[in-house]
């Protein structure tokens, strides 16, 4: 074997673990994605307005310490609703409208591991 066949050779093998440490990588990546989502899953809510009052309605699918607030649409706190720990399952969180004035506000459901929210108007 003369010196550019032992080149060429130590070329192809350094490609090819690189191409192998590369897919390792990203295998780990996606694995441990999947394995948090399925530690922490999504927070699903939604919001109902009726008869004068928000009602805020998150689903757990694990127990969980959240933290509700809604915020005016330029980010500012208006108000905590509710803050605690709660159980697997459905939970609804009320406040008064009547609190808002008119305009575009959001609210924002938290947990330690992620936070979900969704704007609402009041009119």
């Not at 649409?73 to 004035?101: A, C, T």
Request: glycine share 6%.
């Amino acid at each position: 074997m003369n010196a550019l066949e032992i080149f060429k050779n130590a070329l192809l093998f350094s490609l090819l673990l690189i191409l192998v440490y590369v897919l390792y990588k990203r295998m780990i990546r996606v694995l441990s994605k999947d394995r948090i989502q399925a530690k922490y899953p999504s927070i699903g809510n939604s919001i109902i307005m009726e008869n004068g009052h928000g009602i805020i309605q998150v689903s757990l699918k694990q127990q969980s310490y959240l933290i509700v607030e809604v915020f005016t649409s330029e980010g500012n706190q208006v108000f905590v609703v509710n803050e605690g720990d709660y159980p697997i399952g459905d939970h609804k969180f009320s406040f008064e409208l009547s609190k808002l004035s008119s305009g575009r506000y959001f609210y924002k459901v938290t947990s330690p591991h992620q936070e979900s929210s969704q704007y609402f108007d009041i009119h």
